[in-house]
């Protein structure tokens, strides 16, 4: 494990016993809020803790990069113009990942971050809070876990398996998925949090997945690490990588395999107008 890998764990194991876990099934219905009210999705929300902890994960890393600009989940939420730092160089902050299954007292949940540049995601980090598992990824040196080079495995199953994200879909295009994607896959339950999605499509328990919205702190870290193992993470419609200063597009495929990516952007590329 590298000396940044060792870092970047061991802050993420101080915040989540110091900060996140003494939050966890103890929080008053004060200490949470729904951002997302109104639109499309249904419900977004953001805990106390997710402060707390973009606060303490932040400190953290302008020690381990002094200077370096931090787009943090919800800083950017308070901010919209915190966005324009993923144009250059800096950190990607996801405090929380799965708060909606945090603020319901269960897992899965995990921290997020990525070190980005030129609009690409350099090197990326996925922990989970419950288990402790921890994933790293550096550009062009492969996709570890625990410190182990993995290389992504399928399920081998037919038809393949799929968790299709279908909030934050308009009615029609939710519709369309259902009647002419879905039918092709073997259908799982998706996790609400891309801490635990990713490394499913990596470690052989889902073979693809469909993503609508494509935030940066959501997806930098796992695009990378799956790629790094081997898969594919990329838009289906012009098949372009993923870049964390696109904030407004929509739309994403993740898969263990390209072939399993392909057989996917073809099927969405085909749905009708």
């Not at 915040?15 to 419900?43: C, S």
């Not at 324009?84 to 945090?102: E, M, Q, S, Y």
Request: some cysteine; overall charge negative; hydrophobic content about 40%.
């Amino acid at each position: 494990m590298s000396i940044i890998d060792r870092e970047i764990l061991a802050l993420c194991r101080d915040v989540t016993e110091n900060v996140i876990l003494p939050r966890y099934r103890n929080l008053a219905d004060h200490d949470v809020v729904d951002k997302n009210a109104g639109k499309i999705g249904g419900t977004d929300p953001v805990t106390i803790a997710d402060r707390e902890s973009e606060e303490a994960l932040s400190e953290g890393l302008a020690k381990l990069a002094p200077g370096v600009p931090i787009v943090g989940e919800e800083g950017a939420h308070a901010d919209p113009a915190v966005l324009h730092r993923l144009k250059g160089p800096c950190w990607i902050v996801d405090p929380i990942d799965g708060t909606r299954n945090f603020a319901s007292g269960q897992p899965p949940f995990g921290i997020l971050i990525a070190q980005a540049d030129e609009g690409f995601a350099q090197s990326g980090w996925i922990y989970d809070c419950i288990s402790g598992r921890f994933c790293a990824a550096h550009r062009g040196k492969g996709a570890f876990v625990g410190g182990e080079q993995i290389t992504a495995t399928t399920t081998q199953e037919d038809p393949p398996v799929s968790a299709i994200s279908l909030i934050f879909m308009d009615e029609n295009k939710r519709e369309a998925m259902i009647e002419h994607i879905c039918p092709h896959y073997r259908l799982t339950d998706i996790p609400y949090c891309a801490a635990e999605q990713y490394p499913r499509l990596a470690l052989g328990e889902n073979d693809v997945s469909i993503f609508e919205r494509t935030l940066a702190w959501d997806h930098a870290a796992g695009c990378l690490w799956l790629e790094e193992a081997g898969g594919k993470a990329a838009r289906p419609h012009d098949d372009s990588p993923y870049r964390v200063d696109e904030w407004d597009r929509k739309g994403l495929v993740a898969a263990a395999t390209p072939a399993l990516w392909e057989a996917m952007a073809r099927r969405l590329n085909a749905l009708p107008a």
